[in-house]
């Protein structure tokens, strides 16, 4: 599985959830941490399609990613331990570990898959 195949639609929640959190509570921390790191998920993500489409990887991109994550992993989790509250923070702190994870994964095993070209 590569890198923006969950960048992508990791940005969009983040990006949701803002919005939501907005919408219902007012939060404008809400409104600008979830438009912020979604946005910069999202474009980390495009980068990294953008460079698989022409047969590299990323690293940049990947690294952003991985940050993106553990800052929101390291946030949430702390705001998740002060409040106890699962939602959003405990779930936002769950999902970023994981993705934190994974793009740390990518990384140490040398990015994206290239498919070799057909001769």
Known sequence: MHDFCFAIPYGL?????????????????????G?????????????SLKAFKKGRNSYLAMILETVCAFTL???????????????????VALISTVMTGFFLFKIATGGNHIPAKAE
Not at 15 to 30: E, R
Not at 35 to 47: E, K, P, V, Y
Not at 73 to 91: D, F, L
């Open 35 to 47: 438009l912020g790191t979604g946005f910069l998920l999202l474009l980390a993500g495009f980068l």
């Open 13 to 33: 929640i983040l990006m949701t959830g803002g919005v939501l959190g907005y919408a219902k509570k007012g939060s404008t921390a809400s409104l600008a941490g």
């Open 73 to 91: 992993t390291w946030v949430m989790g702390q705001r998740y331990i002060q409040t106890s509250k699962i939602m959003p923070a405990g779930i």
